[in-house]
């Protein structure tokens, strides 16, 4: 291992607290050798393994995550990040939750660069590894990436959320990206008793990971856990540039003042929770340019009506203007449900839940008889 290397397995032994099996598959398998020769990290900047090797092997190892692909691929883009890999304490962190095996065979969504997949394969071995990208440029770089590290896995080009029935059924399902509907077909090819991890959100939330059992009668049911963000599946995906859209200075808004701080609604519990109960709604935060000025303004747009509210936050001040526009009042909707998760004893994100069936998805606070929301 590089320096470099073994700082990160260290780091992951005291950050996420490795078991044996997981800490030798991390010692094997070197992060750089999956990674491209352009990657950009958190900030923006983008680094070049041909102009600047030590920098790009140095933020290889760095516990940070680093977009590999924009726009699907397409040179003409805006510059949307549409593939990443990972933070590795993420990464870490799933595997360890998926609570899987030698003699378990595995699903997983999303290859990306196929990092993910090599750890797995590691531990496994390649026949119990089946993993489907829907990128063909990612999924062929992934076969590349793998083999040349020795491992050969089942790398399938498609649509994850159709999983890969050919190979069902599977003992375990991870997925590293996002979704709003928990596949069906995951749970039609998983074990009675396997288990499922995938980042779940909605348009106002994306930060979960939901930990699903699934049972004897077709249904998925677990608890929500970590504070987690990853890129959506693609015809999942949250719509862009949303506030440019639909918010205007031209619209006859209404204007009216509050008095609530912003240090309680966006704490990421009650933002959860919020989110419960507007899910279909955006959710942008946009920060003044002077770095120095600590004002902001939250958006709430709703693609559907047109809605859309702002929250224009001066940090100390003792009230803050809001603006709302069209026929949903998304900022009082946004205080309502808020108050909800007050008096419902500031729930943590670890007490609510979901139950996954074939024709229905239910979201439930300490019981699934608890129904905050549910979604066909």
């Excluded at 044996?20 to 491209?36: D, G, K, Q, Y």
């Excluded at 959860?272 to 340019?289: D, Q, R, S, W, Y």
């Excluded at 809001?322 to 500031?346: K, P």
Aim: aromatic letters at 10%.
């Amino acid at each position: 291992m590089t320096p470099s290397h073994e700082k990160l397995v260290a780091h992951l032994l005291q950050a996420v607290g490795l078991p044996p099996h997981w800490r030798r598959a991390f010692e094997f398998v070197e992060r750089h050798r999956f990674l491209p020769d352009q990657v950009t990290l958190p900030d923006g900047t983008t680094v070049d393994r041909l102009s600047a090797p030590e920098q790009w092997l140095g933020v290889a190892y760095d516990d940070i995550p680093l977009v590999t692909q924009v726009d699907d691929g397409a040179e003409d883009g805006t510059g949307y990040p549409t593939s990443s890999a990972s933070m590795p304490s993420i990464v870490a962190d799933m595997l360890r939750r998926l609570e899987v095996h030698p003699g378990m065979r595995v699903l997983e969504i999303g290859t990306g660069t196929g990092y993910n997949t090599a750890l797995l394969a590691h531990l496994l071995g390649d026949e119990a590894v089946t993993t489907v990208e829907v990128d063909p440029t990612l999924a062929e770089q992934a076969r590349v990436n793998l083999m040349g590290t020795g491992f050969v896995p089942l790398v399938v080009t498609g649509d994850g959320t159709q999983g890969w029935p050919a190979r069902a059924p599977f003992d375990r399902v991870i997925s590293t990206a996002a979704v709003k509907r928990v596949p069906y077909h995951w749970i039609a090819q998983s074990q009675p008793g396997g288990k499922i991890l995938t980042p779940w959100g909605n348009a106002f939330h994306n930060g979960v990971l939901a930990d699903l059992r699934v049972g004897s009668r077709g249904t998925a049911s677990g608890r929500f856990c970590g504070n987690v963000a990853f890129m959506w599946v693609r015809h999942q995906r949250t719509p862009g540039q949303v506030v440019a859209t639909y918010v205007s200075d031209e619209h006859e808004f209404r204007v009216r003042r509050t008095g609530m701080q912003p240090n309680g609604p966006l704490a990421f519990d009650a933002n959860f929770a919020i989110g419960l109960h507007m899910p279909t709604v955006i959710n942008v935060i946009e920060f003044h340019e002077d770095e120095d000025d600590q004002r902001f303004v939250m958006y709430l747009v709703d693609p559907d009506s047109g809605s859309w509210a702002s929250w224009h936050v001066d940090p100390g001040a003792a009230s803050h203007e809001v603006r709302q526009y069209g026929s949903r009042q998304l900022f009082t909707e946004f205080e309502t449900a808020y108050q909800w998760w007050l008096d419902s004893g500031r729930p943590a994100v670890d007490r609510f839940g979901m139950t996954v069936s074939v024709d229905q998805q239910t979201v439930w606070l300490d019981e699934a008889a608890n129904v905050i929301s549910s979604m066909p």
